[in-house]
């Protein structure tokens, strides 16, 4: 889709003229699997590294255009975040020392970024998310001025006519609405692309979903959004909902989601595949610049089928088909989109070598996999390491088998055959499938993060523990100690000297709300038992309206208790932003000599920040 001039399906005379070239495209790509056109070999491999661009405090910057044109590289492109960009890999051919070559042109590029950022006052980090992310981040202010990415939010938000929900519950809870698909922003990945021989597609495909659940499981990377511990890959929740188009689930025509694992075996032919998603899904989207793609394949040229991928481009399988053109002939791809970015560049390639060697290391008894298990127990299975990652339970072979026990018993062995049989250096084979094996059986990223978030939460606010692990994986995501090997953050080695303090590193988000209209003699207790001296109070709206304090209390003396919040507490209060440098909090509160100070965002309350805070 970035490389067409795109815009929103809105006339009956746009989408027809779309949809007759999208027929076409069908037909061209049916006629060519006929003809024997589609290349079956040699077979290439391919890669997409999205990362994120932060400040030198590790907060998400938005200056992605501008570091795009300081790099100046092809290999280069835009996300639709203001503070992310992609790296697109050249095509290797799958032999010998292809992956370490693809780790060498990957470290190239990285280092070529991190060192045009640096010039930038700006860090590169590799992370499915960015830990430091926050709720202001997600606006449509920060997304990239570019039209095609204005176009797609529109056309979803058109389709939907409602606003998003998100909903994730892990250890936290995640519960928002929000008003565009920038949410889609906060996920970044590793997409691996491996080209497959037309004439076993689909059986390859299926084979690939059945393996999504363990290889997910073995790299998840994602446990953190806006400070809330979700599930170990929270990306693939996020994704879903932050672009489902679907006002109700139980709408007949909205059953499926346009993110999603998908809902059965496959069957026929890729163009079956593409069949069914256009069935599914309506378009979205058009281009002013259209092929003949039939025509231009009966006059012996190869069609880019651009139609075909546009609607490809709005529907997001975890699993996709991809279709494209290289050294002029056209061949067909398996598009991995679950692997999450980071912790290392290392930590990547080895997630990529395992789900390759799997995919060539097919062994006989699972050629005909969609015979020989539930899709069911598959999908489950993905669901279940986007949840818990290395801690789940899979149903395999009809089996109940831990995510260890399985990779390391069959799955890595199987990753092993399957690379030596393709020619692969053994060298690769070793030091890649040996990084899957050490975090298997040690610890991955999302459990490392999780370990380390609550460890410095003991010794720090829950945002400066966030920034440290931003600063602790941005400093060692390029050298060769992949995150198995990874120590704790300690909270004495912290980068806080280097970050200009705001009120949200101090301030306390975990307080107690009272209504204006509860009985003092109960908050007085409350305050008590709680040994709280700052209490909030709210309305019915859940708006501030004041603050009860133990000088409220003290002053009120003997008196008679049994009368309401609001009859007692301050109400002329100063308040501040948690965006304001806590050199300002400082002064306010010694210049009107209070100790508590309300966080606020517009009527908001995100917290307080109290003397003992500071």
């Known amino acids: 889709m970035g490389h067409l001039d795109v815009k929103q399906l809105k006339t009956a005379q746009d989408n027809a003229e779309y949809i007759q070239y999208l027929i076409k495209d069908l037909k061209a790509l049916d006629q060519m699997l006929k003809q024997d056109l589609i290349e079956k070999g040699p077979i290439r491999i391919g890669a997409e590294q999205e990362f994120c661009i932060t400040t030198d405090n590790y907060f998400p910057n938005n200056n992605n255009i501008e570091l795009l044109k300081a790099i100046d590289d092809k290999h280069f492109t835009t996300e639709i975040g203001r503070y992310n960009l992609e790296i697109n890999s050249d095509p290797l051919e799958l032999r010998n020392s292809c992956f370490s070559e693809l780790h060498q042109q990957l470290k190239k590029l990285l280092e070529k970024a991190k060192l045009k950022a640096n010039e930038k006052?700006?860090?590169?980090?590799?992370?499915?998310?960015?830990?430091?992310?926050?709720?202001?981040?997600?606006?449509?202010?920060?997304?990239?001025?570019?039209?095609?990415?204005?176009?797609?939010?529109?056309?979803?938000?058109?389709?939907?006519?409602?606003?998003?929900?998100?909903?994730?519950?892990?250890?936290?809870?995640?519960?928002?609405?929000?008003?565009?698909?920038?949410?889609?922003?906060?996920?970044?990945?590793?997409?691996?692309?491996?080209?497959?021989?037309?004439?076993?597609?689909?059986?390859?495909?299926?084979?690939?979903?059945?393996?999504?659940?363990?290889?997910?499981?073995?790299?998840?990377?994602?446990?953190?959004?806006?400070?809330?511990?979700?599930?170990?890959?929270?990306?693939i929740a996020l994704f879903a909902q932050s672009i489902d188009t679907r006002a109700s689930s139980f709408i007949h025509h909205e059953k499926q989601a346009r993110v999603s694992f998908g809902a059965h075996w496959e069957e026929g032919t890729v163009t079956d595949i593409f069949k069914d998603h256009i069935s599914r899904f309506r378009s979205l989207l058009t281009s002013s610049k259209h092929?003949?793609?039939?025509?231009?394949?009966?006059?012996?040229?190869?069609?880019?089928?651009?139609?075909?991928?546009?609607?490809?481009?709005?529907?997001?399988?975890?699993?996709?088909?991809?279709?494209?053109?290289?050294?002029?002939?056209?061949?067909?791809?398996?598009?991995?989109?679950?692997?999450?970015?980071?912790?290392?560049?290392?930590?990547?390639?080895?997630?990529?070598?395992?789900?390759v060697g799997l995919m060539?290391?097919?062994?006989?008894?699972?050629?005909?996999?969609?015979?020989?298990?539930?899709?069911?127990?598959?999908?489950?299975?993905?669901?279940?390491?986007?949840?818990?990652?290395?801690?789940?339970?899979?149903?395999?072979?009809n089996k109940l088998v831990t995510a260890k026990e399985l990779i390391l018993k069959e799955l890595l062995p199987l990753a092993k055959q399957g690379l030596l049989n393709s020619d692969i250096s053994k060298e690769d084979v070793e030091l890649y499938l040996g990084i899957i094996e050490k975090r298997v059986t040690s610890h991955t990223g999302s459990q490392w993060m999780v370990s380390n978030y609550r460890n410095l939460q003991k010794s720090k606010t829950s945002f400066e523990a966030l920034q440290d692990i931003t600063a602790f994986m941005s400093e060692r995501q390029l050298t060769d100690t992949t995150v198995d090997a990874w120590p704790d953050v300690k909270p004495s080695v912290s980068s806080n000297q280097h970050k200009s303090r705001i009120v949200k590193h101090n301030m306390n988000t975990k307080i107690l709300l009272v209504h204006q209209n509860d009985s003092l003699e109960l908050v007085a207790h409350i305050m008590k038992w709680k040994k709280i001296h700052h209490l909030p109070v709210v309305n019915n709206k859940k708006e501030l309206k004041g603050l009860l304090t133990w000088t409220d209390l003290i002053k009120l003396g003997d008196k008679e208790l049994h009368v309401r919040v609001k009859d007692v507490m301050t109400k002329n209060l100063i308040t501040i932003s948690q965006e304001a440098s806590l050199e300002k909090a400082k002064k306010l509160m010694v210049s009107n000599k209070i100790n508590c100070l309300p966080v606020l965002k517009k009527k908001e309350l995100l917290g307080i920040l109290t003397t003992n805070d500071l």
Request: charge should be neutral; aromatic fraction near 8%.
């Open 121 to 235: 006052d700006s860090k590169i980090v590799l992370t499915g998310i960015l830990p430091t992310l926050r709720l202001k981040h997600i606006g449509e202010s920060h997304m990239t001025d570019m039209p095609r990415y204005r176009v797609l939010n529109n056309a979803l938000k058109a389709l939907r006519r409602q606003n998003f929900n998100i909903h994730i519950k892990g250890v936290d809870e995640l519960s928002l609405v929000h008003d565009c698909v920038m949410l889609e922003a906060c996920n970044t990945s590793f997409q691996t692309h491996l080209q497959i021989n037309p004439d076993e597609f689909v059986a390859k495909y299926n084979w690939a979903q059945a393996i999504a659940g363990p290889v997910l499981a073995s790299c998840t990377n994602s446990p953190l959004l806006f400070g809330r511990e979700l599930w170990a890959e929270t990306r």
């Open 291 to 355: 092929e003949d793609s039939l025509e231009l394949l009966n006059n012996g040229q190869i069609p880019k089928l651009k139609a075909l991928q546009l609607h490809n481009g709005t529907v997001y399988k975890w699993n996709r088909v991809c279709y494209g053109i290289g050294n002029g002939k056209p061949h067909l791809r398996i598009e991995c989109r679950y692997i999450p970015s980071g912790p290392t560049l290392a930590d990547e390639i080895a997630n990529m070598v395992f789900w």
């Open 360 to 397: 060539l290391g097919q062994p006989e008894q699972y050629k005909e996999i969609h015979k020989k298990m539930d899709f069911k127990d598959i999908q489950n299975n993905f669901l279940k390491a986007c949840r818990t990652g290395m801690e789940s339970q899979f149903t395999w072979d």
